[in-house]
């Protein structure tokens, strides 16, 4: 059972580029996050879904894309990249059961530097 | 707005000695407060999921507990292998499914 997998496992961006962030999940669960993690600091949503099609805005959004067009895959895009944006990108998938969420399933992480 | 402090940000124990870490939150209305251990380089990995005051679970030699105010997770003769950051998160009641809140960790280190 591969969990979560995130591509790629590091990437250098010049500013002003662009990429996909991916993020595939095999455990069939309807909830997606990303989060960055800041050396020193605690984990930040950047955006999360619900399910297919539905997307919305975590803490820090600005400069970030999602898509969710089925359960497995849920896609970050940066357009534009700046420095600001250098960071360890998350991605997470968990399930509800009533009020209760479980804990999530994180990826191993993408490392983004941009110069 | 939702807030997790973890104190102390690093600790360091000789193996065998025990201590706990200590995290306190500000919540609306919890709906979960969680506790993942980070090995350097890899994801958080889900330890324990507490959702009511008075509540407990345990895992080899990590226990967690909750109270209204602050969560404790007690490491009992701890093993070098237990070297790790151990985060703590909350969700509150504030909307749908909008993520957890997290601290910025307790780094712990074993030394043998």
């Known amino acids: 059972n591969a969990g979560v997998t995130q591509t790629p496992k590091f990437r250098i961006l010049k500013i002003g580029q662009s990429m996909t962030l991916q993020c595939t999940q095999d455990m069939n669960h309807n909830y997606m996050y990303w989060y960055r993690q800041d050396p020193g600091m605690g984990l930040k949503l950047i955006y999360y879904?619900?399910?297919?099609?539905?997307?919305d805005k975590g803490e820090v959004p600005n400069g970030y894309n999602v898509s969710r067009s089925t359960t497995e895959d849920f896609p970050l895009r940066l357009e534009l990249a700046a420095p600001s944006q250098t960071s360890v990108y998350f991605c997470?998938?968990?399930?509800?059961?009533?009020?209760?969420?479980?804990?999530?399933?994180f990826g191993s992480g993408t490392r983004l530097t941009v110069v | 707005e939702d807030q997790v402090t973890q104190s102390p940000e690093a600790l360091r124990l000789q193996e065998g000695e025990s201590s706990s870490l200590n995290c306190s939150y500000t919540?609306?209305?919890?709906?979960?407060l969680f506790w993942y251990r980070q090995d350097p380089g890899k994801g958080p990995e889900f330890l324990f999921t507490l959702y009511s005051a008075g509540e407990e679970k345990e895992k080899e030699r990590l226990k967690a507990t909750l109270t209204k105010k602050e969560s404790f997770l007690h490491i009992t003769a701890p093993k070098p292998e237990d070297s790790a950051t151990y985060l703590c998160?909350?969700?509150?009641?504030?909307?749908?499914?909008?993520?957890?809140?997290f601290g910025k960790g307790t780094h712990l280190i074993i030394q043998p």
């Open positions: 997470a998938s968990s399930e509800r059961q009533g009020i209760s969420f479980y804990g999530y399933t």
């Open positions: 998160a909350v969700r509150g009641s504030g909307g749908g499914a909008d993520g957890l809140t």
């Open positions: 919540v609306s209305g919890l709906r979960g």
């Open positions: 879904s619900v399910g297919a099609g539905i997307t």
